[in-house]
């Protein structure tokens, strides 16, 4: 699996992946999980899944998750 890690730089920096295996791909899946714990590790399954069948996938760590930078909200908007 083809993996790329970006970093988003506003006032705090935010880190997301881009996930794909091979070529001809079919479209593109963005993964936003949940507040409250973790960030885009816990889906890696299902990353995983949509990767090795076709799709880019782009999955990101809300502010305060794995490792973007800043306190998590604790399941409040951000």
């Not at 699996?1 to 935010?14: E, P, R, T």
């Not at 960030?39 to 998750?65: E, K, M, R």
Request: overall charge negative; some cysteine; glycine content about 16%.
């Amino acid at each position: 699996m083809n993996f790329l890690q970006i970093k988003i730089k506003c006032s705090l920096a935010h880190y997301g992946s881009l996930y794909s295996v091979g070529d001809n791909l079919k479209g593109i899946i963005i993964i936003a999980h949940g507040f409250g714990g973790g960030g885009h590790n816990s889906y890696l399954d299902c990353i995983n899944y949509f990767a090795q069948n076709g799709y880019y996938v782009f999955a990101y760590d809300a502010t305060g998750n794995d490792e973007s930078e800043g306190e998590g909200v604790r399941g409040f908007p951000q």
